[in-house]
């Protein structure tokens, strides 16, 4: 492994010395004129399939703005397709064609190898590889909860109401679908792996809706599990939630080694609880609409704000949103890569 070297890496071990490094979470993405140019010419769905054009998206903003980390381009719901159930993108999110609406949905999803159905998402990494060098890649896939929430509801959702009801409704089905999820995901992130990602991220994007009980149980539970699978490769593990505020002693005891922290929460104060992890975030992407000094001073209020930098990893603290300035994005990286770190 030849990132182990670089200060996001370094940072995800806690022994980082350097730069404090910075990505973004979708940070390729319509933002940026490059990425709106390429998605001129193709679909969404047809990007996700490319190699090439993976990485070419993939290079845009790491080149453009000296990022510390490239992350796969591919969207959480590509797992989707094999198991039965198409997913499109038309404009305004993702739409599911078969969801699951009760115990005989959940029989009839396929079970498949991600090395054989997957493989322009392998064959994606090997190409970032070539054309970012010396980037450490970040693997992902969506959490077990999260990727319920979607095959449940069929499509996006402020409260996923329908997901909820179902797991206390169908418990037993409940189970047969999160053990089928942990298996599919853990084989998927292993393939990432040995295609070259350097790191992993599962994003639990709707966890933050959960009681605690039943956050242990459906979200906590069955990443530990998928963790617990990745180990033995001995690259970092991160888990971003989104909402985490609420369940910090929960993700305390999980067997990784970053916790990405949404907006909501206090950074100084996720850190504090984690004494044993790295923590990533968590800037509100809404400040990026803001001016230059407010970008500057409420980066450098979340760096000021902790005890240590060692195991630290900046990152907004959920994606970055169309029609984001670009220029604020410069400001953002420089303003992070300029931070004077004391020495004590
Ligand atoms: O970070 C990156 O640059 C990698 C690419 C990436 C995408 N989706 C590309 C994408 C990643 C890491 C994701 C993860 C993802 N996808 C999550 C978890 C992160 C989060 O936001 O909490 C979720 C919940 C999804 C599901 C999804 N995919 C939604 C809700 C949408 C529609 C919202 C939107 O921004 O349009 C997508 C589509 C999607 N995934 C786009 C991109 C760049 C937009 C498609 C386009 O180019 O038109």
Same mark, same amino acid.
């Given at each position: 492994?030849?990132?182990?070297?670089?200060?996001?890496?370094?940072?995800?071990?806690?022994t980082?010395?350097?730069?404090?490094?910075?990505?973004?979470?979708?940070?390729? +993405?319509?933002?940026?004129?490059?990425?709106?140019?390429v998605?001129?010419?193709?679909?969404?769905?047809?990007?996700?399939?490319?190699?090439? #054009?993976?990485?070419?998206?993939? %290079?845009?903003?790491?080149? %453009?703005?000296?990022?510390?980390?490239?992350?796969?381009?591919?969207?959480?719901?590509?797992?989707?397709?094999?198991? !039965?159930?198409?997913?499109?993108f038309?404009? !305004?999110?993702?739409?599911?064609?078969?969801?699951?609406?009760?115990?005989?949905?959940?029989?009839?999803?396929?079970?498949?190898?991600?090395?054989?159905?997957?493989?322009?998402?392998?064959?994606?990494?090997?190409?970032?590889?070539?054309?970012?060098?010396?980037?450490?890649?970040?693997?992902?896939? +969506?959490?077990?909860?999260?990727?319920?929430?979607?095959?449940?509801?069929?499509?996006?959702?402020?409260?996923?109401?329908?997901?909820?009801?179902? #797991?206390?409704?169908?418990?037993?089905?409940?189970e047969?679908?999160?053990?089928?999820?942990?298996?599919?995901?853990?084989?998927?992130? @292993?393939?990432?792996?040995?295609?070259?990602?350097?790191?992993?991220?599962?994003?639990d994007?709707?966890?933050?809706?959960?009681?605690?009980?039943?956050?242990? *149980?459906?979200?906590?539970?069955?990443?530990?599990e998928?963790?617990? %699978?990745l180990?033995?490769?001995?690259?970092?593990?991160? #888990?971003?939630?989104?909402?985490?505020?609420?369940?910090?002693?929960?993700v305390?005891?999980?067997?990784?080694?970053?916790?990405?922290?949404?907006? %909501?929460?206090?950074?100084?104060?996720?850190?504090?609880?984690?004494?044993?992890?790295?923590?990533? +975030?968590?800037?509100?992407?809404?400040?990026?609409?803001?001016?230059? @000094?407010?970008?500057?001073?409420?980066?450098?209020?979340?760096?000021?704000?902790?005890?240590?930098?060692?195991n630290?990893?900046?990152?907004?603290? *959920? !994606?970055?949103?169309p !029609?984001?300035?670009?220029?604020?994005?410069?400001?953002?990286?420089?303003?992070?890569?300029?931070?004077?770190r004391?020495?004590?």
């Amino acid at each position: 492994m030849g990132m182990n070297g670089s200060p996001f890496i370094k940072a995800c071990r806690g022994t980082n010395d350097g730069r404090i490094p910075i990505w973004i979470m979708r940070q390729a +993405g319509r933002y940026l004129p490059e990425y709106r140019a390429v998605r001129e010419k193709v679909s969404f769905e047809q990007l996700c399939k490319s190699p090439s #054009l993976i990485a070419e998206v993939v %290079r845009q903003p790491v080149q %453009r703005f000296d990022l510390d980390a490239a992350i796969l381009f591919s969207d959480i719901l590509t797992i989707m397709d094999p198991m !039965g159930v198409p997913v499109s993108f038309p404009e !305004g999110g993702p739409v599911l064609a078969n969801p699951v609406n009760g115990p005989d949905d959940v029989a009839k999803l396929k079970p498949y190898d991600p090395a054989l159905e997957l493989t322009f998402v392998f064959d994606g990494i090997s190409e970032i590889r070539k054309v970012l060098p010396a980037s450490p890649i970040i693997g992902f896939a +969506g959490s077990p909860f999260t990727l319920a929430c979607y095959l449940i509801q069929g499509k996006g959702s402020s409260n996923f109401d329908k997901p909820k009801q179902f #797991l206390h409704k169908y418990p037993a089905a409940s189970e047969t679908l999160f053990n089928f999820l942990v298996d599919i995901v853990s084989r998927y992130l @292993e393939e990432q792996i040995k295609a070259g990602a350097d790191t992993v991220q599962l994003f639990d994007s709707w966890g933050g809706i959960l009681s605690q009980d039943d956050y242990r *149980h459906w979200s906590a539970r069955p990443v530990q599990e998928i963790f617990r %699978r990745l180990k033995r490769y001995n690259v970092p593990r991160i #888990l971003f939630v989104n909402n985490v505020a609420p369940y910090l002693d929960i993700v305390a005891d999980i067997d990784c080694e970053v916790i990405g922290v949404d907006y %909501r929460c206090d950074i100084a104060r996720a850190a504090a609880a984690l004494p044993h992890k790295a923590v990533q +975030g968590n800037l509100d992407p809404a400040v990026l609409f803001g001016s230059k @000094e407010s970008i500057v001073r409420q980066t450098g209020s979340i760096l000021d704000s902790l005890s240590t930098h060692d195991n630290f990893i900046f990152n907004l603290g *959920h !994606g970055i949103q169309p !029609g984001t300035p670009v220029e604020s994005v410069y400001t953002l990286v420089e303003t992070v890569h300029g931070f004077q770190r004391s020495t004590a």
